[in-house]
């Protein structure tokens, strides 16, 4: 893993949002729309926009990685794509091997189309799998079925991408069973990333307005437990799995503080000019002012849900409550620079960070 500390060096990773999704799926929070034919031209031509802005601002910085998140990005023309990594070239230094990764649904791209974003920079994909059975990703909302997960998959394997997967457990009336199960069909796939997530019941979802039969939080936690037992790969942040090395980077720089802007309407970023951190929503003309003590928080919250743990450095130091941690080591423990939780923390991850920060 490598953490720079890019305040120092001024880099910046990109998250570029791209708000559409054939259909909404049941239980479906994110900014996205169903739209089946989106003003393509017009979505890139206001990306490009914001690049332009972001570069002004900051310099010709480098950019260490680039993620594209939706959204269902996989459904850009590879000409968009094109046109957008021509303006991140164009206004920023590409580091040579920055990691761009791209989120992908199955059924919106076939080999040709991956090959189109492979040729124009994309090194690591995405895959909305979210099931491995048909009746599961049907009562999800899900457009595709098992088979054609499993096809994009292996396509991208063979082109030597790294891959991640993403699957929801804790669906109504799965049991520990279910999350076992799920997990010995994930380790035969040969996946060196895999993203687990419980699902939540978000209203204003389809699923909101449903009485369904969720599992209670003990019966989650039981899930959550079984999960590192079985999959091959180990946990390295709450929901996140992978083969050493092959952690995904963009995420890791933005969880132990790096910078990083938001591209499109639906993103938010932390850009550091001026000696000052800002908190930033796509869309160029929005960033405000953070404190130091507010970004060093946030250091402290999402650090902490990594396995690695917040790095001790000075500005964290001074949020945290050091008789607290002192005194409960079997939830928090010191690992050199760093502080990280223990098995039995992590099942309380969010009491432990309010009591942990002073
Ligand atoms: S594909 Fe992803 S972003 Fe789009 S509706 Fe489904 S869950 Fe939401």
Same mark, same amino acid.
């Given at each position: 893993?490598?953490?720079?500390?890019?305040?120092?060096?001024k880099?910046?990773?990109?998250?570029?949002h791209?708000?559409?999704?054939?259909?909404?799926?049941n239980?479906?929070?994110?900014?996205?729309?169903?739209?089946?034919?989106?003003?393509w031209?017009?979505?890139?031509?206001?990306?490009?926009?914001?690049?332009?802005?972001?570069?002004?601002?900051?310099?010709?910085?480098?950019?260490?990685?680039?993620?594209?998140?939706?959204?269902?990005?996989s459904?850009?023309?590879?000409?968009?794509?094109?046109?957008?990594?021509?303006?991140?070239?164009? *206004?920023?230094?590409?580091?040579?091997?920055?990691? /761009?990764?791209?989120?992908?649904?199955?059924?919106?791209?076939d080999?040709?189309?991956?090959?189109?974003?492979?040729?124009?920079?994309?090194n690591?994909? !995405?895959?909305?799998?979210?099931?491995?059975?048909?009746?599961?990703?049907?009562?999800?909302?899900?457009?595709?079925?098992?088979?054609?997960? /499993?096809?994009?998959?292996?396509?991208?394997?063979?082109?030597?991408?790294r891959?991640?997967?993403?699957?929801?457990?804790?669906?109504?009336?799965?049991?520990?069973?279910?999350?076992?199960?799920?997990?010995?069909?994930?380790?035969?796939?040969?996946?060196?990333?895999?993203?687990?997530?419980?699902?939540?019941?978000?209203?204003?979802?389809?699923?909101?307005?449903?009485?369904? *039969?969720?599992?209670?939080?003990?019966k989650?936690?039981?899930?959550?437990?079984?999960?590192?037992?079985?999959? !091959?790969?180990?946990?390295?942040?709450?929901?996140?799995?992978?083969?050493?090395?092959?952690?995904c980077?963009?995420?890791?720089?933005?969880?132990?503080?790096?910078?990083?802007?938001?591209i499109?309407?639906?993103?938010?970023?932390?850009?550091?000019?001026?000696?000052t951190?800002?908190?930033?929503?796509? *869309?160029?003309?929005?960033?405000?002012?953070? !404190?130091?003590?507010?970004?060093?928080?946030?250091?402290?919250?999402?650090?902490?849900?990594?396995?690695?743990?917040?790095?001790? !450095?000075?500005?964290?130091?001074?949020?945290?409550?050091?008789?607290?941690? *002192?005194?409960?080591?079997d939830?928090?423990?010191?690992?050199?620079?760093?502080?990280?939780?223990?098995?039995?923390?992590?099942?309380?991850?969010?009491?432990?960070?309010?009591?942990?920060?002073?």
């Open positions: 893993m490598n953490y720079h500390d890019f305040t120092m060096n880099a910046h990773n990109l998250y570029i791209v708000p559409f999704c054939m259909s909404k799926c239980y479906c929070a994110f900014y996205s729309f169903a739209c089946k034919s989106p003003d031209t017009e979505y890139a031509n206001k990306i490009c926009n914001e690049l332009r802005f972001w570069s002004q601002k900051l310099g010709k910085i480098n950019v260490p990685t680039i993620f594209f998140g939706g959204g269902t990005p459904l850009m023309p590879v000409s968009i794509f094109e046109q957008i990594m021509n303006s991140i070239n164009q *206004n920023f230094k590409v580091d040579e091997n920055c990691e /761009i990764t791209l989120e992908s649904n199955p059924g919106t791209i080999k040709d189309k991956l090959l189109g974003f492979v040729s124009n920079g994309v690591r994909l !995405s895959v909305g799998v979210q099931s491995l059975n048909d009746e599961e990703l049907k009562f999800l909302g899900r457009r595709h079925d098992v088979k054609t997960a /499993i096809n994009l998959l292996e396509t991208a394997q063979n082109m030597n991408l891959v991640n997967a993403d699957f929801i457990y804790g669906l109504p009336n799965q049991k520990t069973a279910n999350v076992v199960n799920l997990c010995e069909n994930i380790n035969k796939l040969g996946l060196s990333h895999v993203s687990m997530y419980e699902l939540t019941i978000e209203k204003n979802t389809p699923f909101g307005k449903m009485n369904l *039969n969720m599992p209670d939080n003990e989650m936690a039981k899930m959550y437990d079984a999960i590192p037992q079985i999959l !091959s790969l180990p946990r390295y942040e709450v929901s996140n799995y992978a083969a050493s090395g092959n952690e980077r963009h995420n890791l720089n933005v969880w132990s503080g790096a910078a990083y802007i938001g499109g309407k639906g993103a938010a970023g932390r850009v550091y000019f001026d000696n951190w800002f908190e930033q929503r796509g *869309n160029f003309e929005c960033f405000e002012k953070m !404190s130091d003590d507010t970004r060093a928080t946030e250091k402290v919250i999402t650090g902490m849900r990594t396995m690695r743990g917040v790095k001790l !450095s000075e500005d964290v130091k001074k949020q945290l409550d050091f008789d607290w941690i *002192n005194s409960h080591k939830l928090v423990e010191i690992d050199g620079e760093y502080l990280h939780t223990t098995d039995k923390g992590l099942l309380i991850l969010d009491d432990i960070i309010v009591d942990i920060i002073k």
